[in-house]
């Protein structure tokens, strides 16, 4: 007996096709439980600790015309992330790597946006006992996507800070990259609410730690600063840190109060998706001269350079 049939019997309503529709997927190749499929294809257990309890890890890294960016940098932040949750695959480093690259290659994709997840997975016994879980690895390639759209880019992002406090470094530690997100998700509410574009949310201090999917850097008389505090220390920022290097600019990572942010003469946020992007408008406030400001511009130019640069990436194998 099939589902649909079953639902015929047991009068349950017909199983749509709305969730089997691979036109509804982005084009994409996963790989799962040791296999390549569509996106449309690629779905896991609800028993998987993944989702019932955002038991995960993972990591997101991009490639751009046919090169993944730092890709040794994201992979050492997501073996860093199992080994905190004690988590183990069956595959080493190289393996995840050729993995990461062949779902790019038979997706076709020559920019993409390419995820590596390790879930806690489940009990063979439904144990719940944490240590007994198999843990599961999932990777995938879809088209390159941005925080922020074409326009956004062009006259900067117009942000508001939230009440939202994010999750305690004490709770969930923000170095380990993860799915907890509901603090994320209520700031772009909220930012929504006020009719702004994305959000930012404060740290338990009450100063600025990070939007969802970004860190964020504000620029004061040629200095740039980012949030230190209970912050996913992205691999982008760590970018902007590394040319400001090259370029001879100062950059710290300290506290980074909300009204120091309101006054700075320039902001930007930073994430895998969209790289640097400018921000032009807080709280409905204009930054600067409220234009995308000349260290954003430059910085923005040298680090879409360097994707084309063997030393900070990698060349995907195309068949
Ligand atoms: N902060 C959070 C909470 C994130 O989820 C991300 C990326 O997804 C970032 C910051 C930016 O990190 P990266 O530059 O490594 O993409």
């Known amino acids: 007996m099939t589902v649909a049939t079953m639902g015929k019997h047991a009068s349950l309503p017909e199983v749509g096709s709305r969730y089997q529709d691979a036109r509804l997927y982005p084009h994409g190749v996963a790989f799962m439980d040791g296999q390549y499929l569509p996106m449309s294809e690629a779905k896991i257990s609800v028993l998987d600790w993944g989702f019932l309890h955002s038991d995960a890890t993972y990591d997101t890294v991009h490639v751009w015309e046919g090169r993944f960016f730092r890709l040794n940098l994201h992979l050492d932040r997501f073996f860093k992330g199992m080994e905190h949750l004690r988590m183990k695959l069956p595959y080493g480093r190289e393996e995840i790597q050729q993995i ?122 040629g200095k740039l600063k980012t949030p230190a505090f209970g912050v996913l220390p992205g691999i982008t920022r760590q970018t902007v840190f590394d040319l400001c290097k090259e370029i001879g600019l100062s950059a710290v990572a300290e506290d980074l109060g909300r009204q120091e942010l309101a006054l700075s003469d320039e902001a930007f946020i930073t994430s895998t998706a969209g790289g640097i992007m400018p921000v032009t408008r807080v709280n409905g406030s204009q930054i600067g001269d409220g234009r995308v400001g000349s260290v954003t511009a430059q910085l923005t130019e040298l680090y879409w350079k360097k994707h084309a640069d063997p030393a900070w990436s990698t060349a995907v194998v195309y068949p």
């Open 100 to 221: 990461l690259s062949n779902c790019v290659a038979l997706s076709g994709h020559k920019s993409s946006y390419v995820e590596m997840i390790c879930t806690r997975g489940g009990s063979p016994t439904f144990s719940r006992d944490p240590r007994e879980a198999e843990n599961r690895f999932i990777a995938f390639a879809v088209p390159f996507g941005s925080v922020a759209n074409k326009e956004q880019l062009e006259r900067g992002l117009h942000v508001a800070v939230s009440e939202t406090v994010r999750i305690p470094p004490k709770s969930v530690d923000p170095t380990i990259k993860n799915y907890h997100w509901l603090d994320l998700v209520k700031g772009l509410f909220d930012a929504y609410d006020f009719g702004a574009e994305t959000a930012l949310i404060t740290d338990t201090n009450g100063n600025i730690a990070e939007g969802p999917g970004f860190n964020v850097f504000a620029v004061k008389d």
